[in-house]
C-alpha cells in the first residue's frame, strides 16, 4: 500500500486556462475527500464521494469546479477558468469506516500546489 | 466555524512533554474529539480520537476532561520531528460529516 497518491505535485498555470488534479486513494478505501489549503489556514472541505457518488459539496465549490470519480477508484478536480484566488494546495484523502465502529481515519496525501499567474 | 479553540503556537523543548490545550466548550455528547498534524509540506495525520476516555496509542496521548469541554494532546518525549501544526477537530460519531479543520497550533521543537 502506498499511501494516498496525489499528481502532480506542483502545477502553475495561466489565468483563465483549465487544469486538472488526479488523486488515486488507498485501493480498499471506499471514501474520497478533497480540500483546499491557503497559506496560514487550516485545510477547508471541498466535497466528498462514498465510492462513485457525490454525497456532499461545499458552498466554496463553485461552478467552475467539479470533481469526479468514475467507477469508485481514482478521482480528478478540474478548475475551469483558473483565477488568482484559486492558488493554493489542494488535497486529497480516503477514508473507510472500520469495521464495529463510527468514525473515520483519513489518509492524505502530500497535495497538489497550485500557482495561478 | 470551527468548534474548538487552540492557542495558535507554542514551543517545546526537544526530549521534553508538549502538552497541547484544546477547548471544545460547545461539544456535544455525540461527538468525538480528534487530533491531526501536519508538518510542513505534507498532507495532515492522524494522530488519535476519543469520546470521553483518555486514550493513548504509539504516537500520543489524549486527556479528555470529565466534562468534556476540554483536552489534552501530550507528545511524552518530543522530537524536532514533531515540529508540525496540530489541528484539535470535534466531530460526530456518524462518520458522514466532514473533518473541518480550524488552523490549528503551530509546535515549534527546538533542541
Given at each position: 500500500?502506498?499511501?494516498?497518491?496525489q499528481d502532480?505535485r506542483h502545477?502553475?498555470t495561466?489565468?483563465?486556462?483549465?487544469?486538472?488534479?488526479?488523486?488515486d486513494p488507498?485501493s480498499?478505501?471506499?471514501r474520497?475527500y478533497?480540500?483546499?489549503?491557503?497559506l496560514?489556514?487550516?485545510?477547508?472541505?471541498?466535497?466528498?464521494?462514498q465510492?462513485?457518488a457525490?454525497l456532499?459539496?461545499?458552498?466554496l465549490?463553485s461552478?467552475?469546479?467539479?470533481a469526479e470519480?468514475p467507477k469508485?477508484?481514482f478521482?480528478t478536480?478540474?478548475?475551469?477558468r483558473?483565477?488568482?484566488?484559486?492558488?493554493a494546495?489542494y488535497?486529497c484523502?480516503?477514508s473507510s469506516?472500520?469495521?464495529?465502529?463510527?468514525?473515520?481515519?483519513?489518509?492524505f496525501?502530500?497535495?497538489t500546489r497550485?500557482t495561478?499567474? | 466555524?470551527a468548534?474548538t479553540?487552540?492557542?495558535?503556537?507554542m514551543?517545546?523543548a526537544?526530549?521534553?512533554?508538549a502538552n497541547?490545550?484544546?477547548?471544545?466548550s460547545?461539544?456535544?455528547?455525540?461527538e468525538y474529539?480528534?487530533?491531526y498534524r501536519q508538518?510542513?509540506?505534507?498532507?495532515?495525520?492522524?494522530?488519535i480520537?476519543?469520546?470521553?476516555?483518555n486514550e493513548?496509542?504509539?504516537?500520543a496521548?489524549?486527556?479528555?476532561?470529565e466534562?468534556?469541554?476540554?483536552s489534552t494532546?501530550?507528545?511524552?518525549?518530543a522530537?524536532l520531528r514533531?515540529?508540525?501544526v496540530?489541528?484539535c477537530i470535534?466531530?460526530?460519531?456518524?462518520?458522514?460529516?466532514?473533518?473541518v479543520?480550524g488552523k490549528?497550533?503551530?509546535?515549534?521543537v527546538?533542541?
Open positions: 500500500d502506498t499511501g494516498v497518491s502532480p502545477k502553475i495561466k489565468r483563465g486556462q483549465n487544469v486538472t488534479f488526479r488523486c488507498i480498499e478505501h471506499n474520497l478533497w480540500y483546499r489549503q491557503t496560514g489556514q487550516g485545510p477547508e472541505f471541498l466535497t466528498y464521494f465510492n462513485e457525490q456532499e459539496k461545499s458552498r465549490l461552478d467552475r469546479f467539479s470519480r469508485g477508484s478521482s478536480l478540474e478548475i475551469q483558473t483565477e488568482q484566488g484559486d492558488s494546495m488535497l484523502a480516503s469506516r472500520s469495521t464495529g465502529t463510527m468514525y473515520d481515519r483519513y489518509t496525501g502530500s497535495g497550485l495561478v499567474v | 466555524d468548534k479553540t487552540q492557542p495558535p503556537s514551543d517545546c526537544e526530549g521534553r512533554a497541547l490545550p484544546c477547548n471544545h460547545t461539544i456535544s455528547g455525540n474529539v480528534y487530533w508538518i510542513h509540506s505534507q498532507g495532515p495525520q492522524y494522530i480520537h476519543g469520546l470521553k476516555n493513548t496509542n504509539e504516537m496521548s489524549l486527556i479528555i476532561t466534562d468534556r469541554k476540554s494532546l501530550i507528545l511524552p518525549h522530537t514533531d515540529t508540525a496540530y489541528y470535534v466531530r460526530p460519531n456518524s462518520g458522514n460529516t466532514p473533518l479543520f490549528g497550533t503551530r509546535l515549534s527546538i533542541a
